[in-house]
């Protein structure tokens, strides 16, 4: 998933009027400024009473439905091989937001404050703060592409990682 490719999408969810936020590899890299690494795929936050909508605009360009383990995430593919991610969001009237995850009584928590702006080829996107990047990042081995982004997150905002 090239920073074109990302820049694309997000145009395009925008044209279709809905929220999302930038997370993974891209969403560190939004936060930095710059691309560090290449990404195999695209993570996206969408506030999940839009689902139809973002389902609408992405299969407008033959993205289609690839894994699905609602009410966690779903992925949709192009025909070109290009991933997108889709993580469904609760909100609240305060502005935080919950996702489902495997353990129900444990959803994955957005406080209000870690929906930031960052930048892909000089514009500005929404992402995921460093905090939230780095609370998504605990509980599992990480790969060569974590220990990077984490990395690079602890050399920007000398933000403390678990790994």
Not at 85 to 112: E, W
Not at 123 to 150: I, K
Request: proline letters at 6%; a negative charge.
């Amino acid at each position: 998933m090239t920073a074109d490719d990302v820049s694309f999408a997000l145009a395009l969810l925008r044209r279709a009027k809905v929220d999302v936020w930038v997370g993974g590899g891209w969403g560190i890299d939004a936060l930095l400024g710059e691309q560090t690494r290449d990404h195999r795929d695209l993570d996206l936050m969408h506030r999940q009473d839009q689902e139809v909508a973002v389902l609408a605009a992405l299969s407008a360009e033959d993205f289609v439905e690839s894994l699905n383990w609602r009410p966690i995430r779903f992925v949709l593919t192009a025909p070109d091989g290009r991933e997108i991610d889709l993580h469904p969001l609760v909100f609240s009237n305060d502005g935080s937001a919950v996702q489902a995850s495997p353990d129900p009584q444990r959803p994955f928590i957005y406080p209000s404050v870690c929906f930031v702006t960052g930048t892909i080829q000089g514009t500005p996107v929404p992402c995921l703060s460093a905090e939230q990047q780095v609370y998504f990042h605990r509980g599992y081995e990480p790969s060569e592409r974590d220990r990077h982004d984490m990395a690079q997150l602890r050399r920007v905002f000398g933000i403390a990682t678990h790994f």
